[in-house]
């Protein structure tokens, strides 16, 4: 089966308009040639369109199926013509930016207010992922910027590190634990665990340093980095995290430094290649700036 774009546009103007003689108007062809189209319409698709009632043509309930679907096909025309419009125009360019969670709050946040402000004139589209995500959706351009949890070495030429510091086992003020100068995992095996997920840089360290332990914790818990903290602060476990994270959620925490050191780094990545934008630029020292100011 194959179709003509102006078969397709007769059809949907008699559609649209309810007849061959407005249709024809709004084609500016004859009558008889949107007839024709339509005819060949029909044949090629092999379905009768439209049924005359007297003076009318009456579309058959395939012609109103067939019509959503030419629609929808219009409606994407539509768009793409407005997008190539603005893009011409350098208007409305949609800024796609996703972050993880420990950095939205007060970090993302502050930072969109300060650069954007009442700029009418930037929509934006912000996400919040896990950095695995964050880091395959900006290798492939779906995202402007994104702000991710990551270790150094994980990094590249189109990565600017933000902060860096050494994962902490937080808990809640007078646990057993809280006034010893290092944590261990030895001295984590009578406890539960609070962990952040598989999807975490941090985790396969982590892993890593339980493994060679004779003794696993008594229990663990997997979840965000976030809620690691929420459930330290009321005295589930032991959450291995980092300041970052528990300032985030603002958790009343104690914190001691973690052995072995695990460096917890966060970076603003951008797409190889990808178009400067200054006002990505600007969101990036801002995010750098408060980093370095509320740690």
């Known amino acids: ?23 024809a108007d709004a084609m500016n062809v004859t009558q008889p040639a949107v007839s024709r189209l339509i005819r060949d319409l029909e ?44 893009i011409r125009k350098h208007k409305n360019i949609v800024l796609r930016i996703a972050s993880v969670t420990s950095l939205v709050r007060p970090y993302l946040h502050q930072a969109i207010i300060d650069v954007v402000g009442g700029r009418l004139d930037l929509p934006l589209v912000i996400d919040v992922e896990n950095s695995r995500y964050i880091w395959d959706m900006v290798e492939k351009n779906r995202y402007d910027l994104g702000f991710v949890f990551s270790s150094p070495r994980m ?14 086992a ?53 979840t965000s980095m976030l809620n690691c903290c929420y459930f330290a602060a009321s005295g589930m476990g ?15 925490v104690v914190t001691i430094p973690f052995q072995p050191r695990i460096e917890v780094s966060y ?22 700036e408060l980093m370095r100011q509320l740690n």
């Open 170 to 222: 937080a808990m809640a003020p007078g646990h057993r634990l809280a006034s010893r100068s290092v944590i261990s995992p030895a001295d984590l095996q009578d406890e539960r665990v609070l962990i952040p997920g598989r999807n975490s840089p941090l985790r396969l360290t982590l892993d890593r340093a339980f493994s060679h332990e004779d003794h696993p914790p008594a229990s663990t818990m997997e």
């Open 238 to 252: 032991v959450g291995i995290v980092d300041q970052t994270s528990i300032r985030a959620a603002g958790a009343e």
């Open 267 to 288: 970076f603003a990545i951008r797409p190889s290649g990808g178009q400067r934008i200054s006002v990505l630029d600007d969101i990036v020292s801002r995010m750098a």
């Open 43 to 86: 044949d090629a698709v092999q379905i009768i369109l439209f049924e005359r009632q007297g003076t009318r043509l009456v579309p058959t309930a395939e012609a109103v199926q067939l019509f959503r679907e030419v629609e929808r096909l219009y409606l994407g025309l539509d768009q793409i013509a407005q997008a190539a419009d603005d």
């Open 1 to 23: 089966m194959r179709l003509k774009p102006r078969q397709v546009e007769a059809f949907r103007s008699v559609m649209v308009t309810g007849g061959i003689t407005a249709a």
């Open 155 to 168: 990094a590249d030429k189109n990565a600017v590190l933000l902060h860096s510091s050494h994962a902490v």
